[in-house]
């Protein structure tokens, strides 16, 4: 799908960007993902890149594929919403991030915390 396109069809108030650490208005730099969401291409990027692992079901997946819930945490005498990740297959909310792992040209691969 061309980018003109997505640009002439919708419309510049409904051009919200998706990723949960953005949320901001897209000027340019549209992209779109397999769930037809849009979102700035950098975050597009940055969501396929940042991968999580469900503790349950043992699911690895990516901040396009994740639910989020809005949730209330107070801190002292201030109430903060924050984003939580729930696990798209089984709904669990003990999510970690996975672990990145970096092959070497020798073929060891050694994992970075």
Same mark, same amino acid.
């Given at each position: 799908m061309s980018i003109r396109y997505l640009y002439r069809?919708?419309?510049?108030? =409904?051009?919200?960007?998706?990723y949960h650490f953005c949320g901001k208005r897209i000027l340019r730099n549209i992209a779109k993902?397999?769930?037809?969401?849009?979102?700035?291409y950098g975050c597009l990027q940055r969501a396929l890149d940042e991968q999580y692992r469900c503790l349950e079901c043992f699911l690895t997946f990516d901040a396009t594929e994740a639910v989020l819930?809005?949730? =209330?945490?107070?801190?002292?005498?201030?109430?903060?919403?924050?984003l939580g990740i729930i696990c798209p297959s089984?709904?669990?909310?003990?999510?970690?991030p996975a672990a990145r792992h970096h092959s070497f040209p020798s073929g060891a691969m050694v994992t970075c915390t």
């Open positions: 069809t919708t419309p510049e108030a =409904q051009r919200i960007c998706s993902d397999k769930a037809g969401r849009l979102y700035h819930e809005e949730k =209330q945490k107070l801190y002292g005498d201030e109430i903060k919403e924050l089984c709904g669990s909310r003990n999510i970690r």
